[in-house]
Antibody, heavy 119, light 107 residues
Framework: QVQLQESGPGLVKPSETLSLTCTVS????????WSWIRQPPGRGLEWIGY????????SYNPSLKSRVTVSVDTSKNQFSLRLMSVTAADTAVYYC????????????WGQGTLVTVSS | AIQLTQSPSSLSASVGDSVTITCRAS??????LAWYQQKPGKPPKLLIY???SLEVGVPSRFSGSGSGTEFTLTISSLQPEDSATYYC?????????FGGGTKVEIK
């Protein structure tokens, strides 16, 4: 059973860059897309973007595309999120997730990590 | 972006009741719809994909139906552990989008 675990700073200052890493264990990263999804406190889910295991393909939410990069390092079984120029509106629980093969759905999720944007 | 509208936003029902949640899409999404269950402090859990395909390990009391722009999630015999928020998600177009959620409480 694949497991995902997010890691990174829980507090980021406004205008700085949010950086998170997701470590994948218990399974191969091969042939999957790996995604980031966020949830502001008390609110709904927002898909951020995903990367193919080889790094050869990425897709991003247009609402965030100018500020976001998702990358992968299969040698470490990790993929990462960078979100630039953050504001308080980027405060959320950030989840990493695996996209199901052949479908644009998410069948495995990390536990999530709360990132607060505040000075 | 495709917008998904869920109704109701919350409901309260008794153990054993049948419960139905509706998800309406702003445009046709064929059969590209999934449902998730989220409990407080936990990540979402995929219940159903491709409208009606049950994820492995999900109890058979959960079922999905619909096509085009209107979809439903039905819990046929509500159990205490079904208390959660349920989200639909469209899988047709980028950006992938989620509905606003339906909170299910047990009376």
């Amino acid at each position: 059973q694949v497991q995902l675990q997010e890691s990174g700073p829980g507090l980021v200052k406004p205008s700085e860059t949010l950086s998170l890493t997701c470590t994948v264990s218990g399974g191969s990263m091969n042939d999957y897309f790996w995604s980031w999804i966020r949830q502001p406190p008390g609110r709904g889910l927002e898909w951020i973007g995903y990367v193919y295991y080889s790094g050869s393909s990425t897709s991003y939410n247009p609402s965030l595309k100018s500020r976001v990069t998702v990358s992968v390092d299969t040698s470490k079984n990790q993929f990462s999120l960078r979100l630039m120029s953050v504001t308080a509106a980027d405060t959320a629980v950030y989840y990493c997730a695996r996209r199901r093969r052949g479908y644009e759905n998410f069948d495995s999720w990390g536990q999530g990590t709360l990132v607060t944007v505040s000075s | 972006a495709i917008q998904l509208t869920q109704s109701p936003s919350s409901l309260s029902a008794s153990v054993g009741d049948s419960v139905t949640i509706t998800c309406r899409a702003s445009q046709g999404i064929s059969s590209a719809l999934a449902w998730y269950q989220q409990k407080p402090g936990k990540p979402p859990k995929l219940l159903i994909y491709a409208v009606s395909s049950l994820e492995v390990g999900v109890p058979s009391r959960f079922s999905g139906s619909g096509s085009g722009t209107e979809f439903t999630l039905t819990i046929s015999s509500l159990q205490p552990e079904d208390s959660a928020t349920y989200y639909c998600q469209q899988a047709l177009n980028i950006p992938l989008t989620f509905g606003g959620g339906t909170k299910v409480e047990i009376k």
